[in-house]
């Protein structure tokens, strides 16, 4: 079955950059969508397609994806960015969905 | 307003059944492919279920293949999983989606004896 890596944890001191990354075979093929998700809620979507921003979420989110590996970063992290971070893309047919295993954000 | 509404979750005995509705409005449903992704007590996110936008197409995590059927309600804008021969381990938050943007607060079902 296809997987999508990351890290456990990363942490950071706020204003610093945060940067999480996703490895996968299939990346350099498939685009990689990233999640947001605060204790209790449901998942936000922070960026699509590799490297866009939905409307609503702050210009410090950005993404980029090079090779086998996405990479979502956090530019002047604060506080309230504190959250488990997802990535998420399919297979290499497109038919099976895949989340990576999280990454959670400390921030302090 | 995007509104997806999840209900039919609960306690079930291992073995047991439960079926899972996810009312969708604010969007055109119809068009659009819809998942069941569920989160585990204190886990990670994990992709269970997709239908097409009509219905014909449906695939499944391995984890659940068999045992699991999605279906949809394009005159109602409702999204279905049947839950069969359930196990402790299909203890989860079942999230109803339209991937990637739009996704519901979820529903807990609790395999337990």
């Known amino acids: 079955s296809y997987e999508l890596t990351q890290a456990p944890s990363v942490s950071v001191s706020p204003g610093q950059t945060a940067r999480i990354t996703c490895s996968g075979e299939t990346l350099p093929r498939r685009y990689a969508y990233w999640y947001q998700q605060k204790s209790g809620q449901a998942p936000v979507l922070v960026i699509y397609?590799?490297?866009k921003r939905p409307s609503g979420i702050p210009e410090r989110f950005s993404g980029s994806s090079s090779g086998t590996m996405a990479t979502l970063t956090i530019s002047g992290a604060q506080v309230e960015d504190e959250a488990d971070y997802y990535c998420y893309s399919t297979d290499s047919s497109g038919d099976l969905q895949v989340f990576g295993g999280g990454t959670k954000l400390t921030v302090l | 307003e995007v509104q997806l509404v999840e209900s039919g979750g609960g306690l079930v005995q291992p073995g047991g059944s439960l079926r899972l509705s996810c009312a969708a409005s604010g969007f055109t449903f119809f068009s659009n492919w819809m998942y069941w992704v569920r989160q585990a007590p204190g886990k990670g996110l994990v992709w269970v279920s997709r239908i097409n936008s009509d219905g014909r197409s449906t695939t499944y995590a391995d984890s659940v293949k068999g045992r699991f059927t999605i279906s949809r309600d394009n005159a109602k804008n409702t999204l279905y999983l049947q839950m069969n021969s359930l196990r402790v381990e299909d203890t989860a938050v079942y999230y109803c989606?339209?991937?990637?943007?739009?996704w519901g607060q979820g529903t807990l079902v609790t395999v337990s004896s």
């Open positions: 397609e590799d490297s």
């Open positions: 989606a339209s991937l990637p943007d739009y």
